[in-house]
């Protein structure tokens, strides 16, 4: 007579092998390698704590120190990183920097806020936005205007030819927009 053995006490076996191994072999202690100036190490197995970082935070982090050192801001100093932001694909931290500096009435920040919902310069993947919106474009060009920025009445003028344009063929949006240049 044969006996037979249940597979299932080899799943068992397994299981509890796999459990053991997770816990004593793999590196769970998430230690992170030091640099002698503080900076963080380019090791394998390393864990990159920067990565865990929620859009927008070292944005506003940077903002939250701006503000402890008082005004005057260098404004110029806070959109040059919102652009640097911006080429490496942070596009929260590059948004809310700019958007930052161009309340606080730095003209290229007005500007480049325009810009990133123009209908007409609209990119996405430059844009936290997820299409144009000439609303918003119109605002900041306003602000922008109203400070004499040359530049900006013409972007004005691009876009309410827009608006009329895109008013003909039944966009809705671009007609509310109009009412803006009655």
Known sequence: MQVRRNPLIWIIIIVIGLILYLFLASDRGGQIAAKTDGSQADAIGVIDRSLLIPPGMRARGYIAQLRENGKPYALDS???KG??????????DAHLLFFFSAREGYLPAMMKMG???DPILFQAQDSLLDTADGFQAYKWYRKAADLGHAAANERIDRLQDWALAAAKTGDAGARQLLLNFR
Do not use: K, T
């Open 78 to 80: 806070v959109f040059d």
């Open 83 to 92: 652009n640097s932001y911006q080429r490496e694909g942070n596009l929260a």
């Open 115 to 117: 810009e990133l919902a």
